[in-house]
């Protein structure tokens, strides 16, 4: 199974490492009801999909 860093690009997401980003996306997460993460994905994964 594939390691989490190489499935999502956390250099640009840091979900597991940044309280700051995760209280960032949750709060816009309840003001706009969604939540878009551009590039969340890395381009191996999605080959893979």
């Known amino acids: 199974m594939a390691s989490l860093n190489q499935i999502v690009n956390l250099d640009l997401h840091p979900i597991n490492q940044s309280e700051k980003y995760l209280k960032i996306c949750k709060?816009?997460?309840?003001k706009d009801s969604v939540l878009q993460l551009n590039n969340f994905l890395s381009s191996q994964s999605l080959n893979d999909i």
């Open 27 to 30: 709060n816009k997460l309840r």
